[in-house]
């Protein structure tokens, strides 16, 4: 899977929502595989936060992590934003443990992030396959979460509210919609039975007038609505039917399910990078999606080892392989191109017993040589090499060494290899240096570093 990165940095300041306290907070690029890390400026003794689900400390109407020394309070928003632009790496500095609530939605971080800039990596990021379906239950609740394996990443809420009161009770986001419209301007939305109780308490300090919805979803006593008058700075209708304030008119027919989706995917993107896999949830919230976030990176594979999905399309198949490089049947090792990069590229074989060497080798008991998995690894990293060149059917690339081969595992009739190479040297002069592993499943089979030479074909 491609990912991106900031060009940029990119500040916003605001107030936490629960805290009320001053916060500004401050995104900056990263290289690949450096994660979501947070620093606290105003704690410089204490440790960055690495984002991932075993930081999770309280799911309590917002998402807290901490790794004992820097408290993160209401992530998910920012998270969100950053994950459905593909950008799995940031630094993030802020002044105050609360992320600024805003305006209640991910549309602000949203927006910053388009001005500053994004770019695609450099850098494949393999993400998760998950071999099962996971799934998540909260008997006190009902409430539900589940991971479905997919040839692609797609997010889907169902609400259990009156839908006389938050309008339709379903959301879904899938790879090719547009989240800075369809997503990111959701707000969070609250029912008049459950805020009031946070407001007598004191909290919610930090809430301003548009920074999310009420909904009135029940008869409310006069403490209450004198309450609410205080909370949004105005005397508000009395009013005995349910529907949102109309202080806070919806900005879509869904914003409510809207913004759990948009929840969903804060939380999931806990685990730092793209999961082939469909999300659904019932009565949504940040406990049953931060843990379902933890089961998935405890169950799947998350090593960075590439994979593959039936469902998956290739980036090139074999008749396209066949217009780059010159080898032909039965010498040709590779089926499909899965992922390419400046740098990286993901390729597969699918063994079968009619592989003309099985004949023998060996009689009976049918293994893939070492040195044909060594070729199709070449071969694959051939294919990396020649999309260097403008006219890849113009030029050959010739093997000149391998160093530290091993070979791990066997290679039997129904496995499908994964090649994954990648550039360790700048090509310079038409030599080429990378290094080379091959996977059946999560194991290891074998690698080595390769060199070879772009040549002109005569």
Known sequence: MTSNQLKNAFSLAGHGIHTGAACTVTVYP???GHGYVFRRLDCPEAT???V???AVTDTDRRTTLSNGTTTIHTAEHLLSALYATHIYDARIELNASEIPILDGSAKPWYDAIQSAGIELSTALVHGITLRHPIRIEDPDTGAWAEAIPAAYPSFEVQLSHDPL??????ARFMPNDDYGNGVAPARTFTLATHITPLIHRGLLKGAQPGSGILIVDD???NEDWIALDAFVGQSLERRSDIGPLPLTPFRMDNEPASHKLLDLIGDIALIGQPIRAHIRTFKPGHKTNTLLAL???EEANSKGIPSYHPDQAPLMDVAKIMSIIPHRPPFLLVDKI???SNNEIVGMKAVTMNEPFFTGHFPGAPVMPGVLQLEAMAQVGGILALSTVPDPEN????FLKMDQVKFKNKVVPGDNLIFHLVFTEPIRRGIVQMRGKAYVGSKLVSEGFFTAMITKDK
């Open 395 to 398: 030029y050959l690339t010739y």
């Open 48 to 50: 960055p936060l690495t």
């Open 165 to 170: 009161a938050v309008g339709p009770v379903s």
């Open 30 to 32: 990263a290289e690949r």
């Open 219 to 221: 008869s409310l006593s």
């Open 338 to 340: 899965l992922e390419m």
């Open 52 to 54: 991932h689900p075993s």
């Open 295 to 297: 089961k998935i990176m």
